[in-house]
């Protein structure tokens, strides 16, 4: 038996509504604010486990991929058509990480606040 069910993964960020504006338009979802805690920002994705957004002063992205620096985690984001995700992905403001091989059913960016993650048509 489980002692514990996934609630929401949250993210370390520089700019909590920023970046979960860019999951919402990416993922879907409702944005929910508490005006009294601008410091967290919850996106609440149907279907899914929601995701959080922590303001983190000091911020530092992770490297993709490089040995010396923890990436921390990554997220895996089930797609129908790589290129067509990849195309908005890219208008909402990731940039790419490893994206080269198109003959992966995966590829890498890294989100506006250098969290990498995949879309992947696996």
Known sequence: MALAKL???VLDCPDPRALAGFYAAV???TVEEDPEDSAWVDLKVPGGPALAFQ???GFVPPEWPAAG???QFHLD???EDLDTAEKG???LGARPLDTEDRSRTFRVYADPAGHPFCLCAC
């Open 7 to 9: 609630d929401v993964v």
């Open 27 to 29: 993922l879907g979802g």
């Open 55 to 57: 303001h983190a002063p």
């Open 69 to 71: 620096h923890s990436q």
């Open 77 to 79: 984001l089930a797609v």
């Open 89 to 91: 992905v890219l208008e």
